[in-house]
Each structure stands twice: as structure tokens, then as C-alpha cells.
């Protein structure tokens, strides 16, 4: 069993950084990949960035490309989503996911586990 807890989202101004974080439980955390996700209301759940195993690949989604940044730290069983250059597009409920491989994924259905969801708002 695995739970994933994220941390606080919160309010920023368009152009500021926020750092989300996720704590996972479980003692095979550095066997799998791992996921962000967000969902803005009225729209389907999208993809924002992933991460393999051991950190040593990322993909982030075209949008938060260049902005974005996931990273992991194994020891701590924590993974990471570093938010730079903000912009009110990015207002959403954001989920830290576990996927069922250790290779990087996508899309939601390869993720089993997921966070509660934190709220990040970004104000013009």
C-alpha cells in the first residue's frame, strides 16, 4: 500500500514560483516512476510532468516546459514539482501519482496510486 500526501499548494501572482512537494509511504518508493498531474475545473485531468525511477529521465508537458521542473529525492521518499514563471493558466488542483512502472508515463491510467490533490491559484 501506498500513500502520497501532497504539500500545500497556495495563491501567487502571475510570473512567482511555488514549490510543491510529496511525501510517499511505502518502502519500495525508489522501485517506481513517479507523476504530477493537474485537473482546472470544467477539464479533464492532464499531464504535467514525470519522473523514472532513479531521476535520471524527465518528461515535462509542453506547456510548463522550460518553467517546470520535477525532481526526486529517494532517501527522503519525496518528489518534487519546482513551479517558476507562473501564469494564471496554471490554476488547478495539482496530484502527485505513483506509476505502476519505473519508467516514465503519461497518461493517467498508468498511475495506480494517487494524492489527495493541492490547490494552486494564480492571480493576473
Known amino acids: 500500500q501506498v500513500q502520497l500526501v501532497e504539500s500545500a499548494g497556495g495563491l501567487v501572482q502571475a510570473g512567482g514560483s511555488l514549490r510543491l512537494s510529496c511525501a510517499a509511504s511505502?518502502?519500495?518508493?525508489?522501485?517506481?516512476?513517479m507523476g504530477w498531474f493537474r485537473q482546472a475545473p470544467g477539464k479533464e485531468r492532464e499531464f504535467v510532468a514525470t519522473?523514472?525511477?532513479?531521476?535520471?529521465?524527465?518528461i515535462h508537458a509542453d506547456p510548463v516546459k522550460g518553467r517546470f521542473t520535477i525532481s526526486r529525492d529517494n532517501a527522503r521518499k519525496m518528489v518534487y514539482l519546482q513551479m517558476n514563471n507562473l501564469k494564471p493558466e496554471d490554476t488547478a488542483v495539482y496530484y502527485c501519482?505513483?506509476?505502476?512502472?519505473?519508467?516514465?508515463?503519461?497518461?493517467?491510467?498508468?498511475?495506480?496510486?494517487w494524492g489527495q490533490g493541492t490547490q494552486v491559484t494564480v492571480s493576473s
Open positions: 511505502g518502502r519500495t518508493f525508489s522501485s517506481y516512476a
Open positions: 519522473i523514472n525511477w532513479n531521476g535520471g529521465a524527465t
Open positions: 501519482a505513483k506509476r505502476t512502472g519505473s519508467g516514465t508515463g503519461v497518461t493517467p491510467r498508468e498511475y495506480d496510486y
